[in-house]
């Protein structure tokens, strides 16, 4: 964020930001038109461009928050009791995101304990040799 003076002049209009300590940093706008002085804070500059932005200024006005996540899959096995053979076993692939920074953090809290299963190859053959 800005937080030293600027000031940008376009005609008869000036606009000034960082004028003072008070109204550091970028909390307040000084528009001066004609030499008439009026004052804007932030969140009511940021509003209007909202309001008058097209759909694409607006997509670039508006904060993202991006998160890196591991995709990790698991076999979960269910044994059946009923309507199947007995003691078959029914293998299917769960697939769930975990943010990298907890992954991570898991692993090293755990060590060898966890254990990383999202081979692609692995889980492939698993599958493949369940439908043979």
């Known amino acids: 964020m800005l937080s030293e003076y600027s000031e ?13 300590e008070a109204v550091k940093p970028a909390k307040s706008f000084e528009f001066t038109i004609d030499g008439k002085v009026a004052y ?8 209007l461009l909202m309001l008058f932005g097209n759909e694409e ?4 006005l508006t904060p993202v928050a991006e998160t890196r996540v591991k995709e990790i899959t698991r076999l979960l096995k269910v044994k059946a009791k009923k309507d199947m053979k007995k003691g078959e076993t029914l293998v299917f692939p769960y697939t769930y995101y ?3 920074g907890t992954y991570e ?6 060590g ?21």
């Open 57 to 60: 200024q607006q997509e670039l």
């Open 98 to 100: 975990i943010p990298i």
């Open 40 to 47: 804007l804070d932030r969140d009511d500059l940021y509003s």
């Open 8 to 20: 940008l002049s376009r005609g008869n209009l000036k606009i000034r930001a960082n004028w003072n």
């Open 112 to 132: 060898a304990f966890v254990q990383d299963n999202t081979s692609e190859a692995r889980l492939s053959a698993h599958v493949n040799k369940q439908k043979a």
């Open 105 to 110: 953090k898991l692993q090293i809290a755990k």
